[in-house]
């Protein structure tokens, strides 16, 4: 059983993710109908595209510390000397990565015409990757002090809503838009790396070149996990982009945006119970099963339940966006209201085989899940446009979690023959 002081932890982190997700949720009901109204769909679809390409770089720069560094930390909280060595260490990779992430940027604004000609609004976008590098969410996590989290999300989330409402007026103020976005990334990144060497006297020790090694081969299997996501899941706006326009991306990006919103209420309970699984897999392994499945089907419920809201509220909730009755976008949200229920549940499985020592699963789920995307998206987008996307979406994450069953199914029979 969970006892009275780690319920109260997992309470208090859920609660604090718990606010910033609202947040989340509750910015894009102000700012995306103030962007729609001020700059159209069709430069909206344009930013959502800068967006998504960025997205390649995050996870570049990432390259899975978000549940790797989160691990050690976990384990090694109370040794002072190891918790500078690993935040040292992911901090001097990340920053090597975001720099080569900026030179593809760059090589690739100069190769392709299409991204040429919006270039500084791809280099502005760039910024969220600075702020990403700068903002350890894995020292937090690990840690457990979510609250912390909250605090500087809600500080980069406010500045970036205020900036946004007072200087973007007319349609050249596109540039603003991700100029604000990643000077609040940048900003709450500053402030965290203060913060965490005032409260917890972490300090930057410069490491020799075999730990950097050790700590890269650490995140190998989550990076590729990551990046194949992220090639599924970004590139299919791109390619959408290619066999329409920028105005049905901008449809799609509106629906997804809702959809995001609400996955990621999923997502904070991976968030707030990874550190705490992470020790109780070391405790007790059958007991970490026990409650595996405990939190798996409460993820279920949960979702379910906010996924049948959406479905019968989807109208409602593009008019409020929109300002319009889009029957796009409606149609769309009806359709990705099954992607809520399973999106996520990938993360808990790759955060349990990463737990188990077995993250090479995390890696073939998401090869074997990728390819049937681009199957999917090859087959379906050319046939139905924007709508066959958001039924490949949907078919490829019911896709993963099969895979993701089958593989924690066959590690729990190999742990109780070991038993």
């Keep these: 059983m969970i006892n009275k002081r780690e319920g109260k932890v997992l309470v208090s982190n859920f609660l604090a993710l718990g606010v910033v997700q609202g ?3 509750l910015l894009p009901l102000l700012v995306v109908p103030y962007l729609l109204y001020t700059l159209g769909i069709e430069l909206f679809g344009l930013l959502a595209m800068a967006t998504a390409f960025s997205s390649y770089f995050l996870i570049l720069s990432d390259y899975g510390f978000n549940v790797t560094a989160t691990r050690e930390i976990s384990i090694y909280r109370e040794d002072s000397k190891k918790l500078n060595e690993i935040f040292s260490a992911v901090m001097i990779i990340k920053s090597l990565l975001m720099s080569l992430g900026f030179s593809i940027l760059l090589l690739s604004l100069w190769l392709f015409d299409s991204l040429g000609k919006d270039a500084l609004i791809y280099i502005l976008t760039f910024g969220m990757v600075i702020g990403e590098v700068l903002f350890p969410i894995w020292f937090f996590q690990g840690i457990e002090k979510m609250r912390y989290i909250a605090i500087l999300n809600i500080v980069a989330k406010l500045f970036f809503l205020l900036a946004i409402l007072l200087f973007v007026k007319i349609e050249d103020d596109i540039y603003l838009v991700p100029l604000f976005n990643s000077l609040g990334f940048i900003m709450v990144g500053l402030l965290s790396l203060f913060y965490i060497h005032k409260k917890f006297n972490i300090r930057f020790v410069w ?5 950097l090694r050790q700590y890269i081969i650490m995140g190998w299997h989550i990076f590729l996990s990551k990046l194949a996501v992220t090639l599924y899941s970004s590139s299919n706006i791109f390619i959408l982009g290619l066999f329409t326009n920028h105005l049905m991306v901008g449809y799609y990006a509106v629906a997804y945006k809702v959809v995001s919103a609400l996955v990621s209420l999923g997502d904070i309970v991976n968030q707030v119970i990874f550190p705490y699984l992470s020790k109780k897999w070391i405790e007790n392994r059958e007991f970490y099963y026990k409650l595996f499945y405990k939190f798996l089907q409460g993820i279920i419920l949960t979702m379910f339940f906010i996924a049948i809201v959406l479905f019968f509220t989807a ?3 593009v008019r409020l966006l929109v ?3 889009s029957l796009i976008s409606v149609e769309l949200l009806q359709i990705m209201s099954l992607f809520i229920i399973i999106a996520p549940l990938g993360g808990l499985y790759s955060q349990s085989f990463v737990t188990q020592s077995r993250s090479f699963y995390v890696t073939k789920s998401t090869f074997w899940t990728l390819v049937v995307n681009l199957l999917l998206v090859a087959i379906l987008i050319p046939l139905y446009g ?3 996307l958001a039924m490949a979406e949907v078919l490829v994450k ?4 099969y895979l993701n069953n ?3 199914i066959r590690l729990r029979k190999v742990a109780r023959c070991v038993v």
């Design 23 to 25: 947040l989340n949720f």
């Design 207 to 211: 490491q020799p070149y075999r730990v």
């Design 315 to 317: 109208q409602d909730i």
């Design 323 to 325: 300002g319009e009755d």
């Design 386 to 388: 924007v709508y066959g």
């Design 398 to 401: 019911i896709f993963h979690f």
């Design 406 to 408: 089958l593989y924690f």
